[in-house]
């Protein structure tokens, strides 16, 4: 099971940090993806980090803004936001994946957590 928090209300400029925690599994078995569904829209890929930590992927949208990272010990992975902007409004959902080669589709992952809300005000 996965549960994301950290989410609220932030004004333009600010900055959140969710949490992914993770149990009856060890995270550190998998891959991990941060995704996020705005209203009225496709649930979309926000950021990903392989089993290892070794290997990070992000959307365009959220490079340079956003940082992944992952704890396995504590069984939790990060999503660091910075530089918000009203388009990051939605919720943010974060799921496992086993699939080798960096997928990014939503379809690659499971255990989906029931999700954060993050909004940004202008």
């Known amino acids: 099971q996965l549960v994301e928090s950290g989410g609220g209300l932030v004004q333009v400029g600010g900055s959140l940090r969710l949490s992914c925690a993770a149990s009856g599994i060890f995270i550190g078995n998998y891959h991990v993806g941060w995704f996020r569904q705005a209203p009225g829209k496709e649930r979309e890929f926000v950021a990903r980090?392989?089993?290892?930590?070794?290997?990070?992927d992000y959307a365009d949208s959220v490079k340079g803004r956003f940082t992944i990272s992952r704890k396995n010990m504590q069984n939790t992975v990060y999503l660091e936001m910075n530089s918000l902007k009203p388009d990051d409004t939605a919720v943010y959902y974060c799921a496992i994946s086993t699939r080798a080669g960096g997928a990014i589709d939503p379809a690659a992952f499971g255990s989906w957590g029931q999700g954060t809300q993050v909004t940004v005000s202008s």
């Open positions: 980090t392989s089993r290892n930590a070794i290997a990070t």
